[in-house]
C-alpha cells in the first residue's frame, strides 16, 4: 500500500493538482521526507481547505469507500481543526483569554490525539513544531510512526492545553518543563508523563503513556521460554544476592523487574523500591522517587532504606561508584538486591562494575544472576509470509537451524498499520553466577571470556535466544539480527 502516492493520484483525479505538480512535490519530498501535503499547501499548489481534505486522507493511511466509517475519526479531527482556529484568530493573542469554554475545540483535539495513540497501542506521543507545520507521531512497537500534520499555527494553543493537563506553567515557553496526569480511556487508567521542550520553532511535547494493566502480566508472559522461567525462578527464591538487569533504554528492564518483584511480593517481605522514576505503583511494596534537587539520590535513599529493615530493594540503576558499592554491600549484608545497568550484554556488566572501582571479591561473592534483554517486535499474525531458508541463509545464521525450518516475514496489512508488526516480546540471556566464573572476576577478566565461560555453564546468548523465537515464527531473523547488532 502506499498511502501518499494515492493521495497525489487522488488530488489530480480531483483536479486540484497538475501531474507536473506531484512530481515537484515527489522530488522534494525524496530530499526532506515531509509530507506530500505539507509540501504541496507549502508550494502553493494547493489551499488549506484542500490540505485538510489530504490530512484526512493521509490520518488513515488508505481512502476507500469502504473505510468510510473508520474515517470518522479522522473527519471529527479536520472538524476540530477548524474550530480550533476559528477560536485561535480571536484569542491567541491573549493567554488569559482561553478559557476552557474557548478551548473546547482544542481541548477535543488534545483528547482526539491522546485516545488515538491509545487505540494504536502508542507508547509515546510526539506533538512538536515541524518545518510547515504541527507534526505528531506516535511510537508503537518501539518505532515513531507519522500520525497527523496540523497548520502550524495549531501548536500554541495545543501546547497550552496539553501543559493545563499537566498542571505545567502555561504562561512559560523558554524553559523544559515535566508534568502529569491520569487519563481514563475504556474504564482503563493510564499515566500520562509529559515533558516540553523549547524548540526555535516552538515548544516540543512528548507524552508517555504508561497503561498501568500492562503490567498485571508477570513473568510468565514477558516472553521468556518455560526453561528459562524456571532458572528465574529459583534466581528469585535466593534470600540474598544480586540480580542485575542489562540492556539500553527502552529495552523492557523496569517491566522484568517489577515482574520479578511481584513473584516474589508477599506480606511477608519488607520491600523498597528506589527509582527515577517510578513507573508503575505496586500493591504492598515500598516504593520511592529520588529527588536529587532535595537531596534524595540513589545512593542517600539506598543508606535511608538500610534503616528500615528491609528484605528486598530495587535500586533502579546502578549509575555511579557510591550507589554500585551501596548496593553490592546491602546484598552481602543479608538482602535481595534488584537493579539495572546499561550495558550491552550480561557478560561486561562485570568488568563494566569493576571499571566502576567496585571490588571484584564483592561481585564475586554477591551477584546471582545477570539478564541481558531486547525488546523485539512480533510479526503481525494476520499478514505474516512463511518461506523456507535456504541452506546459505541457514548457514549465515551461524546456530543449527533444523533443516525443515519455516521462517516468517514482514509484510504489511491494515492490522498492523502496514509494518508487518504487532506486540513486542524479548530476547535475552540469563547469566548465573558459578564457581569458574567466579574466579574469572577475581582475575578481573574481560567480557569475552566471562561470555565463553558463561556459555559453558549453559547460558544462550541473546541471538540464539532470538532465533529460537525466529524457528517458532514469532519474530522474523532481519528483527533479531539488527536488534542484537549492537549487544557483542
Ligand atoms: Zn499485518
Keep these: 500500500m502506499q498511502p501518499r502516492k494515492r493521495i497525489g493520484e487522488r488530488l489530480i483525479e480531483a483536479g486540484l493538482i497538475t501531474q507536473e505538480q506531484l512530481q515537484i512535490a515527489l522530488q522534494e519530498q525524496k530530499k526532506t521526507g515531509e509530507l506530500i501535503g505539507a509540501i504541496l499547501y507549502g508550494n502553493g499548489f494547493i489551499t488549506q481547505k484542500d490540505l485538510f481534505t489530504v490530512l484526512s486522507m493521509s490520518y488513515s493511511g488508505e481512502y476507500t469507500k469502504e473505510k468510510e466509517e473508520e474515517m470518522d475519526l479522522p473527519r471529527d479531527i479536520t472538524d476540530i481543526v477548524r474550530q480550533s482556529r476559528a477560536v485561535l484568530r480571536t484569542t491567541i493573542r491573549d493567554v488569559d483569554k482561553i478559557s476552557d469554554i474557548s478551548m473546547a475545540p482544542v481541548v477535543r483535539l488534545v483528547e482526539q490525539i491522546i485516545v488515538t495513540g491509545m487505540k494504536k497501542r502508542a507508547t509515546d506521543i510526539h506533538i512538536g513544531p515541524d518545518v510547515k507545520g504541527t507534526r505528531i507521531r506516535y511510537r508503537i512497537d518501539g518505532l515513531l510512526q507519522h500520525a497527523m500534520y496540523l497548520p502550524k499555527d495549531m501548536l500554541p494553543a495545543i501546547v497550552s492545553r496539553v501543559k493545563i493537563l499537566g498542571a ?97 511480593n508477599s506480606v511477608f517481605k519488607n520491600i523498597f523500591t528506589i527509582e527515577d522514576p517510578v513507573e508503575y505503583q505496586l500493591p504492598l511494596i515500598r516504593q520511592s522517587q529520588i529527588n536529587v534537587k532535595a537531596g534524595l539520590t540513589f545512593a542517600a535513599g539506598l543508606r535511608s532504606i538500610l534503616r528500615q529493615d528491609p528484605d528486598v530493594i530495587l535500586v533502579g540503576e546502578m549509575r555511579d561508584m557510591e550507589t554500585a558499592e551501596l548496593a553490592i554491600r546491602s546484598a552481602l549484608t543479608g538482602h535481595l538486591v534488584f537493579t539495572t545497568l546499561h550495558t550491552n550484554n550480561a557478560a561486561s556488566s562485570l568488568p563494566r562494575l569493576i571499571d566502576m572501582g567496585v571490588e571484584p571479591f564483592l561481585l564475586a561473592s554477591t551477584i546471582d544472576t545477570i539478564i541481558s534483554q531486547r525488546l523485539v517486535r512480533m510479526l503481525c499474525n494476520n499478514c505474516k509470509e512463511a518461506y523456507s531458508p535456504s541452506s546459505e541463509m541457514r548457514e549465515s545464521i551461524g546456530v543449527a537451524v533444523p533443516e525443515n525450518a519455516v521462517f516468517f516475514m514482514a509484510k504489511g496489512c491494515k492490522e498492523c498499520n502496514d509494518t508487518g508488526y504487532r506486540g513486542r516480546t524479548i530476547i535475552y540471556e540469563i547469566m548465573k553466577m558459578n564457581e569458574s566464573l567466579r574466579k574469572l572476576i577475581l582475575v578481573k577478566s574481560g567480557s569475552d571470556t566471562l561470555a565463553a565461560a558463561a556459555r559453558k555453564g549453559g547460558m544462550e546468548p541473546m541471538y540464539e535466544t532470538g532465533i529460537r523465537k525466529v524457528v517458532l515464527g514469532l519474530t522474523s531473523l532481519e528483527e533479531v539480527i539488527s536488534t542484537t547488532r549492537t549487544a557483542y
Design 168 to 264: 505545567m506553567n502555561i504562561a512559560e515557553s523558554r524553559i523544559p518543563q515535566d508534568g502529569s496526569t491520569e487519563f481514563v480511556w475504556e474504564t482503563k487508567v493510564f499515566d500520562i508523563r509529559i515533558s516540553t521542550f523549547p524548540l526555535t520553532g516552538g515548544e516540543n511535547i512528548v507524552m508517555r503513556i504508561l497503561d498501568k494493566s500492562q503490567l498485571l502480566l508477570g513473568l510468565d508472559n514477558l516472553g521468556f521460554l518455560a526453561n528459562d522461567i524456571e532458572t528465574l525462578k529459583k534466581s528469585l527464591s535466593v534470600p540474598y544476592g544480586m540480580i542485575i538487569v542489562t540492556g539500553p533504554t527502552g529495552s523492557g528492564k523496569t517491566t522484568t523487574l517489577y515482574s520479578a518483584l511481584s513473584t516474589i
